[in-house]
Structure formats: structure tokens, C-alpha cells
């Protein structure tokens, strides 16, 4: 259920104000009701969110350096070190690209040089300078080269790579005419250039082995520094959401709490130097959703956030769908194996790992509940772990086979008739949805339907009790068929009401059909797992070596990798499909609308 919420409403004097939101942070309890305008255009509070952006960017490179923290940190997490090690961070990380720029550049020095030997360039400015001759490098392939090159050029081969020579010419006053490829000389010797790459890979070593240090030690400082930079931003927020009033002197600021809340909110308030006035909202405010359930309902809450929250007038449909998806993701997997599986596992992770975060213990909880259903309803096929448990002749697996066993044809129809009754359950529960909404009478047209389609059903399914096209069946059809044309819409006139019924009457029919038809995924998903799980199991039977020792391990490797697999695809789709049946054909049925704004005190 949605709990009810309190506007409230503060005037505070602009001196008082700051000291004022410090204080309605430490009560925690307000949800601060956020203006559209204000947050992007506020450069301080960009700057702000900026850093902390910047900050989580550092946290997230430090932790893909994938190193082991410190067991003795130095220093205990602190938020100056955290601002300090970011700022040197960046500074080694740009140091860092400009040596990797460095680096590639030299390399491609060296590689350009590497064919021509370690010599002095000098040495050859210093010949012409004292001897006049000048010394021009060239390359082609051996056919090219000439032999007579030598003779009028001085040509020396200096290398030969593959079928490609490099070779120099010495001359003095004389015009160096060959029709190859000239290549620029080298101007520092190659003993140098791979003397500076060196010391470029070893400071780039340096700063790695420093990025590492601050990996090891210094995430947690960073992580309190962010968390102070969001407790400023939140603050920020706050202030930018206050209405200026009587020439700026006054702050008006507006929130929600809940109202469970009340009497401590107020008592709290009245020792600040602050009015407030705590009201009912009116139905045109968008009003933060909190849920309220009990603990088993509260597991799915997740699930419906996925989706979205509802609007503060609308129904909490949580309780309503969580039984059926969880016999639904039972039906998907359909294997007591499996089930068992998840059960168990659920239950031994939760004991091995006792202080994991609150979510992650709702998370298994709610595995714990998906694998019992699974487990439950696999015994309706018998499959476990791929193979048949009424294949047995054990007096329990018998009397379960006489008792609850389903063949395929049942399944089917099983799928069928859940669907039905899970798509007639919305359309009631869409009558109290837009009358708590709306008012009664825009729900007196679904209350025709319902009465429509629920006569029909039994007219169909038991014609004993009242006959299809009896006078009984026919009086319920005309009464239905009433309100259904004339409070389809109750705002207009009769004639556009007859032809939006006509409208709604073709939807309906086409799409319950079609929404009833998606609910046999619910017996194709089990059928497929199963097929899937007994194909593993002939697998690791016929695959398995004819050897006393290698065959078990052979056939327990393809037995565990097998349903492995099969356990974590069917899993998948056993979250997924009913995720859709909830949302698409129950939610739409419902007249669920959603939208609503997750409710979020400001607090440390």
C-alpha cells in the first residue's frame, strides 16, 4: 500500500535559514518538494556536481587497476587526502598519455633508424664541414640499384631488409641525380633515441606503481569525498528549491513527510525559529510515493520499481501481483531441481555471508521464495534435474503422480486458465483503481465489463447453472451492456459514449484474446527448460568414455556445465516473461497509470 503523505510548509527568516536546513537535515524525515528551474543554472552547485562526476570517474579507473587494498593502511579514510590524491590522480594520468604520445613517437624514430646502424649524426656534419663532402641516404629495391651508382656517387649498401636495400652517397660539388626514394637523415644517433625510450618506459613504471599505491589505499578517502560532495549538492538543491518572499527576507520552502511522522515533525519544528503549517495534498500535486507492505510483499517491490511507481491516488498493485509471479516463474522454470537449487543456494549464501548490504539479503529472499515456488511446481510435471521422479516406483512419487501430475494438455490449459484469472482480477481491481481516482462513476463502465465477461464465463463453463443465451445470460448481458455505453465516458454526451463503447468493444475483444494467448509462454517456457535439462542428461549418459575412471568425471563435467547453463538461461526467462505478463497484460488490465516520484528525505 501507498502510506499517506503531510505537505508541509516552512517561512523561515533568510539569517535563520541556513542554520534552519541543517537542522531539517538532522530530523530526516522531508521530502523537499524540487522546482524544474534553478539546479543547471546555479554554477556553484554545477561545479559541484562536476567534481563529484570527476571524483566517481577516479574511483572507477583506480578500481579497474584491479589491485588488492591495503591490509594496514597508513592513514584512515580522509576527505582532504581523497580531494588531494584526485587532483595528483589527473595530474600523473595526463603526465601518463603525454609519455604514451612520447613513447609511440620514438618508437617509430627508432624503427625509421634502426636500418641504418648506431652512429653520431654529428660525425656527419662535422665531415662536410671539414672535408666538404656531403652524405645524402636513399633506399629502393635490388633491381633498382645500379652499379654504377658506386663509381659516380660513392654508393655504400648499408643494410639489406628482405629484398630492399638502404644506402648512402658521399660526394663533394656534385648533384646527386638518382631517381629513387630519398629518405630524411637521421638527427640523433639510435643509441640515444632508445636511451630516451627507455627512460620513458621507466617513468611511465613510476606512475603506474603510484596509480597502483593510490589503488590499494586511498579509494576509500576518495568514496568519503564524493559522499561529502552529495551531501553538499542535496543542501545545494535545498536552497535553490526556496522561494524568496517579502523582499527576499523571508524563505519559503515546501516538502512531504509521512504522515506516521506527523506528531514527531512537529514536535521537533516547534523549538526552530520557523513557521510551518502541515496540510492534506490536494489531488493535483504530485506527491512522493512511499510504500508501506509487509515483508513478504515488500521483496517485490523492486519489481514494481522497475517499471515504475504509482501515482499517490492509484492502488499499490505489489500485493496483487506478487503471488501470481511468483507461481508464474515457477511454471517458466518448472523443474523441482532447479528449484531446489535456488532454495539451497539462497539459503547457504545468506549464512555464509552474514553481514552483506540489507538489499542483497531482500535479493536472495526473494530467490529463496522463487525456488520454493519452482520446486512446487515442477512436481506438477515431475521433472528434477531433467528426469522424471514418477519414473520411480517410491510409494511418494506415486501418490504425487496420482495426486498432481500434469501431461502436457493440462499444462496448456492450466497456462490458459491463469491467464484468464489473473487478466479478470485486474479488471476488478481497475474498478476500485478509477474509483479511488476518479470517483464511482468512472467505474461503472468497467463494472459492466466485468459483469459482461464474468457471466459469459460461467454461461460457457457451466451451462447447468445458467445456460449461454438463457434468459438469465442475456438479462446480465443487457444489464452490463448498459452502463458500458451510456458511462464509458461520463463527461460526454450519449452519443459519443455509444461510439467510444463501440471502440472499447472491438479493443476488448481483440486484445483479451490476445492478452489470454500470452500466457502460454508460461507452459512453452517450462516445456523448453525441461527438454533442455533431458537432453544434458543423455548428453553426459552417451558422451561419457567406457572407462571406470574418466567416465563419471566425464559424464558429473557434462551433467553440472549442462544444467549450469540451463539453470541461469531459464532463470533469465523465467524473470522476464512474467516481468512482461505483470506489466504489459496485468498493469493494462488494471488501469494501472504509474508515474509517480519515489520518495526521498533529505537527511546525512
Not at 133 to 149: A, I, K
Not at 231 to 250: A, G
Request: hydrophobic fraction near 45%; charge should be negative.
Amino acid at each position: 500500500m501507498i502510506s499517506k503523505m503531510k505537505k508541509v510548509t516552512f517561512l523561515v527568516y533568510h539569517k535563520d535559514y541556513e542554520d534552519f536546513l541543517k537542522n531539517l537535515r538532522s530530523l530526516g524525515i522531508v521530502h523537499v518538494q524540487e522546482k524544474q528551474r534553478g539546479v543547471p543554472d546555479n554554477p556553484e552547485l554545477k561545479h559541484t556536481i562536476d567534481l563529484s562526476s570527476e571524483l566517481a570517474k577516479s574511483v572507477r579507473f583506480l578500481e579497474s587497476l584491479k589491485v588488492e587494498p591495503e591490509e594496514s593502511i597508513e592513514h584512515k579514510a580522509d576527505v582532504d587526502r581523497g580531494l588531494a590524491v584526485f587532483e595528483s590522480i589527473n595530474t600523473k594520468r595526463e603526465l601518463l598519455d603525454e609519455l604514451r604520445q612520447s613513447a609511440q613517437s620514438l618508437e617509430r624514430e627508432i624503427q625509421h633508424q634502426e636500418m641504418w646502424g648506431d652512429y653520431d649524426p654529428h660525425v656527419l656534419l662535422k665531415l662536410k664541414e671539414d672535408t666538404g663532402y656531403d652524405t645524402h641516404f636513399f633506399t629502393c629495391s635490388e633491381n633498382q640499384f645500379q652499379s654504377e651508382w658506386v663509381d659516380d656517387y660513392n654508393a655504400i649498401i648499408i643494410n639489406t631488409i628482405g629484398s630492399r636495400l638502404y644506402f648512402i652517397t658521399l660526394t663533394k660539388d656534385v648533384q646527386v641525380a638518382i631517381d629513387v626514394e630519398k629518405v630524411r637523415a637521421p638527427e640523433v644517433a639510435l643509441s640515444e633515441l632508445k636511451d630516451n625510450y627507455q627512460s620513458i618506459v621507466d617513468r611511465k613504471e613510476e606512475i603506474v606503481e603510484e596509480l597502483n599505491k593510490y589503488a590499494a589505499e586511498d579509494i576509500p578517502s576518495i568514496k568519503l569525498a564524493i559522499q561529502k560532495l552529495h551531501h553538499e549538492i542535496e543542501f545545494s538543491k535545498v536552497l535553490l528549491n526556496t522561494e524568496q518572499t517579502v523582499e527576499n527576507h523571508l524563505m519559503l520552502l515546501q516538502g512531504w513527510l509521512p504522515a506516521e511522522k506527523e506528531s514527531e515533525a512537529s514536535k521537533y519544528l516547534e523549538g526552530q525559529q520557523a513557521y510551518y503549517e502541515i496540510t492534506n495534498p490536494t489531488p493535483d500535486e504530485e506527491v512522493p510515493i512511499k510504500l508501506k507492505n509487509n515483508r513478504f510483499i515488500k521483496l517485490f517491490e523492486p519489481i514494481l520499481e522497475l517499471y515504475m511507481l504509482p501515482k499517490y491516488n492509484e492502488m499499490d498493485l505489489t500485493p496483487f501481483f506478487a503471488p501470481f509471479f511468483m507461481i508464474f516463474f515457477g511454471l517458466c522454470l518448472g523443474d523441482s531441481g532447479y528449484g531446489l537449487f535456488l532454495l539451497l543456494g539462497g539459503a547457504l549464501f545468506k549464512f555464509l555471508a552474514k553481514n552483506m548490504k540489507p538489499q542483497l539479503r531482500s535479493a536472495l529472499s526473494l530467490m529463496q521464495i522463487l525456488g520454493a515456488s519452482t520446486f512446487f511446481c515442477g512436481l506438477l510435471t515431475g521433472s528434477f534435474f531433467g528426469a522424471n521422479l514418477y519414473d520411480l516406483n517410491w510409494p511418494i512419487a506415486q501418490w504425487l503422480k496420482n495426486t498432481i501430475s500434469l501431461d502436457h494438455g493440462q499444462m496448456f490449459e492450466l497456462s490458459l486458465v491463469l491467464g484468464v484469472i489473473q487478466i479478470m482480477f485486474g479488471k476488478i481491481l481497475e474498478i476500485f483503481n478509477r474509483t479511488v481516482q476518479f470517483g464511482f462513476k468512472y467505474a461503472i463502465s468497467t463494472i459492466g465489463w466485468v459483469l459482461l465477461l464474468f457471466s459469459t464465463l460461467i454461461a460457457i463453463l457451466l451451462p447447468g447453472v445458467m445456460p449461454l443465451g438463457g434468459t438469465i445470460h442475456l438479462s446480465l448481458v443487457v444489464l452490463s451492456v448498459l452502463p458500458i455505453c451510456l458511462y464509458n465516458s461520463p463527461d460526454k454526451n450519449v452519443f459519443i459514449n455509444i461510439g467510444l463503447s463501440l471502440w472499447d468493444t472491438y479493443n476488448m475483444a481483440t486484445g483479451l484474446l490476445g492478452d489470454i494467448l500470452s500466457y502460454v509462454r508460461l507452459f512453452a517456457l517450462g516445456l523448453s527448460g525441461g527438454i533442455l535439462a533431458s537432453v544434458f542428461n543423455d548428453l553426459a549418459i552417451g558422451m561419457s568414455p567406457d572407462n571406470v575412471i574418466l567416465g563419471p568425471i566425464v559424464m558429473i563435467l557434462i551433467f553440472v556445465v549442462g544444467h549450469g547453463i540451463n539453470i541461469f538461461m531459464n532463470t533469465l526467462g523465467a524473470i522476464v516473461h512474467p516481468m512482461r505478463l505483470t506489466f504489459v497484460e496485468f498493469f493494462n488490465n488494471a488501469g494501472f497509470q504509474g508515474g509517480g516520484v519515489a520518495y526521498q528525505p533529505f537527511k546525512k
